[in-house]
Structure formats: structure tokens, C-alpha cells
T-cell receptor
Framework: AQTVTQSQPEMSVQEAETVTLSCTYD???????LFWYKQPPSRQMILVIRQEAYKQQNATENRFSVNFQKAAKSFSLKISDSQLGDAAMYFCAYRSAVVYGNKLVFGAGTILRVKS | KAGVTQTPRYLIKTRGQQVTLSCSPI?????VSWYQQTPGQGLQFLFEYFSETQRNKGNFPGRFSGRQFSNSRSEMNVSTLELGDSALYLC?????????????FGPGTRLTVT
């Protein structure tokens, strides 16, 4: 079974600064997707960024980028120029590309606090 | 395009009762997945429905069940409620094929069991 580990229960960042959230995963599958989801206090889960395992290039979405290290099974999220609206719980998630279906395996989450 | 909707948003039930939660996916989405979110266990996959058939199932007892209708709307049912069933229940919809990996989440139903 696949597992996702987020070792940082809570992180803080100063507004306009950069922060990196860590995620490691364990799988025996060769093809999969990785995601970072954001859950603000409203509880609405929002997809931040995705990475296909077969792609070597790290995904980037505006101020959000990932550092995907397939051999190390590591998938960190970097948030640049942090904004107050970035404060939320961030979840790392895994989805198989081998087994048909949309099951997501989530990490425990990291609370990100943004200081003004 | 309307997002994923879940009803009701909040629910209070008594131990031993049963409850039904509803999820309407984004128009055109045929897959609906359900997740339970609790402070202790985090986000856990319950099950997924596609074309009215359960496609995947998580490790939950048989008290948790679901179904999907021909219009892709889905319901989940929890029978004989226990205090530990208090949670935020999220549903997510997506297109059905392997290449379409993005899931869109609803706002959740907050269930409190007393």
C-alpha cells in the first residue's frame, strides 16, 4: 500500500518570503501522480499543483513550484512571495496511474501560517 | 460551470441513528469519490463510484455504504452511527479516465454524532 508522509505539522513564513513544505511517499508503482492540495479555514479543498511521475521537469504554477525527486520519493512544495491568503492546511497526495480509479492517499497535512 | 455541491452542510445525529449524505458532481463528471476527514485519522478514502458502480473501496466497516445514480449524483449512508463517525465528509468528482487526474472537491458535510 502507498503511504504519504508530511513531517512538518506546522510551518510559519513572513509575508513576501519563501517557504518549502516537505512530503515523502512510499510506493512500489512506477507510474503515479502527486498533488498538493490547499485547505483554507472554509474547508474547501483546492488543487495547488500536480506532478506526473513520468515527467522529469518539476511542475510550476505561478508562485508555487515543486521539487520532485523520484528516486528519493520526495515531493516538496515551494511557495514564493508568500501572501496572507496562502495561510491554510496543505496536503500532499498520491494517486496511482496504474490502478484504474481516482483514489487519493493523503499525508497528515502541514498548517502554514503567514505573518504580516 | 457549477462546482461540486454537498448537502446538507451540517448535520447532528444521535448515536445509533443512520444518516445519508448527498453529493452532486460537476456536470459531465462521472466519477465521485468520498473521503472522511477527522483530526485523528486525517483524510481517508471511503469509496469511489463510477457509472453507478463502486470502483474502489477504502478500509471502512460495512456500516459505510454508498451509491451512485444515473445522473452521477452520489449518496453515502452510515448506519448505526458511532461517536467516532463525527467528521467532515468530503466528496470529489472527476472525469473518468486515467489521463484525467484532477479531482474537484465539494465544501463538505460536517457530521456530529452525539
Amino acid at each position: 500500500a502507498q503511504t504519504v508522509t508530511q513531517s512538518q505539522p506546522e510551518m510559519s513564513v513572513q509575508e513576501a518570503e519563501t517557504v518549502t513544505l516537505s512530503c515523502t511517499y512510499d510506493t512500489s508503482e512506477s507510474d503515479y501522480y502527486l498533488f498538493w492540495y490547499k485547505q483554507p479555514p472554509s474547508r474547501q479543498m483546492i488543487l495547488v499543483i500536480r506532478q506526473e511521475a513520468y515527467k522529469q521537469q518539476n511542475a510550476t504554477e505561478n508562485r508555487f513550484s515543486v521539487n520532485f525527486q523520484k528516486a528519493a520519493k520526495s515531493f516538496s512544495l515551494k511557495i514564493s512571495d508568500s501572501q496572507l491568503g496562502d495561510a491554510a492546511m496543505y496536503f500532499c497526495a498520491y494517486r496511482s496511474a496504474v490502478v484504474y480509479g481516482n483514489k487519493l492517499v493523503f499525508g497528515a497535512g502541514t498548517i502554514l501560517r503567514v505573518k504580516s | 460551470k457549477a462546482g461540486v455541491t454537498q448537502t446538507p452542510r451540517y448535520l447532528i445525529k444521535t448515536r445509533g441513528q443512520q444518516v445519508t449524505l448527498s453529493c452532486s458532481p460537476i456536470s459531465g463528471h462521472r466519477s465521485v469519490s468520498w473521503y472522511q476527514q477527522t483530526p485523528g485519522q486525517g483524510l481517508q478514502f471511503l469509496f469511489e463510484y463510477f457509472s453507478e458502480t463502486q470502483r474502489n473501496k477504502g478500509n471502512f466497516p460495512g456500516r459505510f455504504s454508498g451509491r451512485q445514480f444515473s445522473n452521477s449524483r452520489s449518496e453515502m449512508n452510515v448506519s448505526t452511527l458511532e461517536l467516532g463517525d463525527s467528521a467532515l465528509y468530503l466528496c470529489a468528482s472527476s472525469l473518468a479516465d486515467l489521463s484525467s487526474y484532477e479531482q474537484y472537491f465539494g465544501p463538505g458535510t460536517r457530521l456530529t454524532v452525539t
